[in-house]
């Protein structure tokens, strides 16, 4: 992935967490979906300015590790951990050429993050190095555009963002544009891979268990803008999720 367009961001990248897809439809599901983390630790890959790794560990996580190619965005998480010291640990570094860390964690994440492999190998790659730091019976968990959204659908601006093809595709899927509607607003460009690259890559590293799981809109977002606000996102998802985990010994 482009590192560049990620530092052109950093800190910034906090206020996507305003926006109603994100704030009502991303955090909610996605904290549901890993579910208890208490008494484990966590190894959160691309993990921006550390939304998630802060999330986790205010939620009994034993030790959080986060982990991202933009150096900015990294400073930007050591910033928050500076001002609120939670005991996280961040460092500046690509999930394709992640070593064997030194300990192995309970749980990873990847948010936005596999979707960002400029080929089929890559994500491979990437997974595997996953495999490696994850304890037997670790669990993985996933989050990324969906495979299935229907770009000539309805537009997401209401929601917070935009989601438009570029017209190219490299080999895992078509590349894309995500615009978050924000002031002023910021784009960024990835992939939308295909699920079966997804679940190719993730079985070849030896994951198990691969579930896809839907994104659901909390009920404090129905009470904020009413259940036929949220009509075109569930017509046409723009976003999923998928977890596995690596075999018990």
């Not at 609120?84 to 749980?107: K, N, Q, S, W």
């Not at 093809?165 to 899927?173: D, L, Q, W």
Request: contains cysteine; charged residues 25%.
């Amino acid at each position: 992935m482009s590192v560049q367009q990620y530092d052109e961001i950093g800190e910034a990248f906090e206020g996507f967490n305003s926006l109603p897809l994100t704030q009502y439809g991303e955090v909610p599901s996605f904290l549901a979906m890993v579910g208890n983390v208490r008494g484990k630790s966590v190894l959160d890959l691309a993990s921006g300015t550390g939304f998630y790794s802060r999330e986790f560990k205010r939620r009994g996580a034993t030790e959080v590790f986060g982990v991202d190619i933009s150096g900015e965005m990294v400073a930007a998480a050591r910033a928050f951990e500076q001002e609120v010291p939670l005991g996280i640990t961040y460092a500046v570094g690509d999930v394709a050429e992640l070593p064997t860390l030194d300990r192995a964690f309970d749980i990873a994440l990847a948010v936005q993050c596999l979707n960002y492999a400029p080929d089929v190998a890559a994500m491979e790659r990437m997974c595997r190095n996953v495999h490696e730091n994850l304890k037997p019976g670790g669990e993985f968990f996933v989050f990324a555009q969906s495979p299935d959204f229907r770009f000539d659908g309805p537009p997401l601006d209401k929601y917070g963002f935009r989601c438009e093809p570029t017209g190219e595709a490299i080999e895992t899927g078509p590349r894309v544009r995500i615009t978050a509607l924000l002031d002023p607003p910021i784009s960024f460009v990835g992939a939308a891979p295909r699920r079966e690259v997804y679940e190719h890559s993730l079985r070849t590293a030896g994951f198990t268990d691969l579930t896809w799981v839907p994104l659901t809109i909390s009920e404090a977002g129905v009470r904020a803008f009413g259940e036929e606000f949220w009509a075109d996102f569930h017509g046409n998802p723009p976003l999923e999720m998928l977890r596995c985990r690596r075999a018990a010994a």
